[in-house]
């Protein structure tokens, strides 16, 4: 048992850590001016209240989360 733990964890660790990088990657990035002022045109006031809140990385992210969301329902695919 002991030399399974030793075999698979360094595998799963990697993979985690992959997992991680690509959850982190859009927190990394930065806002555009572009961005910004398209957020202010178009922020829903929980997304207003978030940015006083948690600050401008938290509120652009959950902006384009919802963005995303958008844009999925209004492609729907085709059958």
């Known amino acids: ?3 399974l733990s030793v075999i ?3 595998p ?3 993979a985690f ?3 991680m990088e690509r959850v982190e990657e859009p927190l990394r990035r930065p806002a555009s001016s572009r961005e910004v002022s398209e957020f202010l045109d178009t922020a829903t006031p929980g997304e ?3 940015l006083a809140t948690s ?3 938290r ?3 959950r902006w384009r989360r919802r963005r995303h969301r958008g844009r ?3 492609n729907p695919p085709l059958v």
Do not use: E, Y
Request: charged share 10%; proline share 4%.
């Open 1 to 3: 048992m002991v030399a």
């Open 12 to 14: 799963l660790l990697i």
């Open 59 to 61: 509120a652009l992210f």
């Open 17 to 19: 850590l992959l997992v």
């Open 8 to 10: 698979l964890f360094p």
């Open 48 to 50: 207003v209240d978030t």
């Open 55 to 57: 600050g401008v990385r």
């Open 72 to 74: 999925r329902s209004q």
